[in-house]
């Protein structure tokens, strides 16, 4: 979104809510009573792997995500780990290298990855198809990425390590890596599944990550970083559709987050995505997404000083919950922010802090409430939010919800949502893929049209 358009709807949402005011409206919800307190039927869903997964709104399928690959002038397949270390060496743009159903143990170094595909010949390493290949990795980086246009498919990938520090990233994305897609695949157990950043004044821009899940068995027994996906001073990421789930730290600060961009990146959106902190364990402080996590050093910042953490970030059609004890989304020195559409269940809200944060907050669903500290500024309007000071139960989502906590999301009461929304710029999809109404959007993550072929169920 351009800076002017930006104005354009800042100054579209302050109209709205001097109109919704002036009619004698507000724009926190009463909080709405009820919500079902059984066990989460996610915990099994997450337990059975990618074969019990497939056919949810979010997460990798089992029949591949669609995209299609140009036909290879080199195609390879490998049935050793020997045989992928070869491959990835030898690879030229166009390259498929297919890996032979099975299981595969990794130990040692890192695979590096370091020729270069071209945009419109990428390099290919993928399984046949999603849960017929593991690759375990003990290592303490798996796939070093420092080569351009590069695409990683349809993996299941499974960190092994015996002491938790030694397994930190299944991906490692640095330097000259631009263009870099990881799709349709699903990753456990690391501390930070993908890691992104800069190397030597080179940034690994505009990559994608759609269709994964990420998840972790257990508490990380660590004094490092703990988040899903951590970029760091990249820009033009998209990160899409993906399940990010189950991540704690259990040593150092106890603060763990699902996803996060910081160290002055700009224009990352992260949309459609179903965010769990907590579903088979629970504790601990877990932040579900973040623009400008806890601040960068400053030799790690992409214009050397970090004053502004992010620029011009999105976060729309997510569903975030189950963040009991941290905000579900926190903003930290950044700036320029769009925050629309999103239901944030069982958190502790929206938290924005610091005088460089600034954001415009439209069209969510807020269990928690809107905390603006130390300097933030904030223009929201069409939110249901809960009360700020509120404990982080469901106690907004369950009145609007069907079963929030179970992934339920066909709705119990429409007219607090259908059609109430403010209009947002752009041609956005919501997180069953439809387009939104120009004129009159809903509220949340889903457009609930009459006809919609969407089943609105998390899993």
């Known amino acids: 979104m351009t800076g002017g358009r930006r104005r354009n709807l800042r100054r579209l949402v302050v109209s709205a809510i001097a109109a919704f005011l002036a009619a004698g409206g507000v724009l926190a919800a009463e909080p709405l009573s009820g919500h079902s307190d059984r066990a989460s039927a996610s915990e099994a869903a997450l337990s059975v792997g990618p074969e019990g997964w497939s056919g949810a709104l979010v997460g990798p399928r089992l029949g591949g995500i669609g995209e299609p690959h140009l036909p290879s002038a080199k195609a390879v397949v490998v049935e050793t780990v020997t045989d992928l270390r070869a491959a990835v060496r030898a690879a030229e743009p166009g390259t498929v290298i297919e890996i032979h159903p099975g299981s595969y143990d990794f ?18 390493l993928r399984a046949p198809t999603l849960a017929s290949v593991r690759l375990r990795f003990s290592l303490l980086e798996g796939f070093h990425v420092l080569a351009p246009y590069w695409v990683f498919e349809n993996l299941v990938i499974e960190g092994t390590c015996e002491d938790d520090s030694r397994c930190e990233h299944a991906f490692h994305v640095v330097g000259d890596a631009v263009g870099v897609v990881i799709q349709n695949n699903w990753i456990a157990d690391f501390n930070a599944a993908i890691k992104v950043n800069g190397k030597g004044g080179r940034y690994p821009d505009a990559g994608t990550i759609r269709h994964n899940a990420f998840v972790n068995s257990r508490p990380r027994d660590t004094d490092r970083p703990v988040a899903l996906l951590d970029l760091v001073s990249v820009s033009r990421w998209r990160i899409q559709k993906n399940l990010i789930a189950d991540f704690a730290k259990a040593g150092g600060n106890y603060t763990s987050y699902g996803a996060f961009f910081k160290g002055a990146g700009e224009d990352n959106i992260f949309e459609q995505n179903l965010v769990r902190c907590e579903g088979r364990h629970s504790g601990l402080d877990r932040i579900g997404f973040s623009f400008g996590d806890g601040g960068t050093g400053r030799r790690f910042c992409r214009d050397g000083s970090c004053e502004v953490e992010h620029r011009r970030g999105i976060a729309r059609n997510n569903v975030i919950m189950n963040c009991p004890n941290r905000a579900g989304i926190y903003l930290n020195k950044s700036a320029e922010t769009l925050i629309h559409n999103n239901a944030l269940i069982a958190t502790a809200g929206v938290e924005l802090r610091g005088a460089g944060t600034d954001a415009v907050i439209v069209n969510n669903i807020v269990d928690g409430g809107l905390k603006v500290l130390d300097g933030a500024a904030v223009t929201a309007a069409s939110n249901i939010v809960g009360p700020p000071d509120g404990t982080p139960s ?8 069907r079963d929030a906590l179970g992934g339920d999301l066909r709705l119990k009461d429409s007219r607090a949502t259908v059609g109430q929304g403010v209009p947002v710029d752009g041609d956005w999809l919501d997180l069953c893929g439809q387009h939104q109404d120009d004129a009159a959007p809903d509220i949340g993550p889903i457009q609930y049209r009459p006809q919609s072929a969407c089943v609105r169920r998390l899993w």
Do not use: M, T
């Not at 040692?108 to 010949?121: A, F």
């Not at 469901?394 to 919800?401: R, W, Y």
């Open 394 to 401: 469901a106690v907004v989502s369950s009145g609007i919800f």
């Open 107 to 124: 130990s040692g170094g890192k695979i590096e990855i370091d020729r270069p595909g071209l945009p419109d010949r990428p390099i290919v």
